[in-house]
């Protein structure tokens, strides 16, 4: 198995802990990068006219848009901590890859997460390292 098929385990292996336990801290602090105008219009369900006067969504460049959760959750958030988008194709990339990120022969795992600093993914971590990956947290 590839280090890109043990990462998606890993994503999936901790959904009942993210819903259940952290209630997707991911979606209610932090940045989200947007990549263009879809994925804008997909993550802020309508208000994003609202999110800019607020300045919670600020242009990041080309098409690009940084909204910043805190204050607010993610506008796609649901009651039940679900993504009310999630099957949608113009979900972010990184909230799906949301918390591994590859970047060539490296995986960094974001320490923000739980699941990542209570080592619930560490199994899965330890066989990407042992295929050669250099994992970082
Ligand atoms: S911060 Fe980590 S544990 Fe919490 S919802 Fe996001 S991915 Fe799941
Ligand atoms: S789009 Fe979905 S996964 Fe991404 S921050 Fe919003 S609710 Fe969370």
């Not at 805190?70 to 039940?80: E, V």
Request: charged share 25%.
């Amino acid at each position: 198995m590839d280090a890109e098929t043990i990462a998606d385990e890993a994503r999936s292996s901790i959904g009942w802990y993210c819903m259940s336990t952290c209630k997707a801290l991911c979606c209610r602090k932090g940045i989200i990068r947007l990549q263009g105008k879809q994925e804008i219009a997909a993550v802020t369900q309508g208000k994003e006219e609202e999110l800019r006067k607020e300045r919670l969504l600020e242009d990041a460049g080309g098409e690009a848009a940084i909204l910043h959760v805190g204050k607010r959750p993610c506008p796609s958030l649901t009651s039940d901590s679900k993504c009310s988008i999630y099957t949608n194709p113009h979900r972010p990339k990184g909230c799906a890859n949301f918390p591994l990120y590859f970047y060539g022969n490296t995986l960094w795992a974001a320490s923000f997460c739980p699941a990542v600093k209570t080592g619930l993914m560490d199994e899965h971590l330890k066989r990407i390292e042992e295929l050669g990956v250099k994992v970082l947290k």
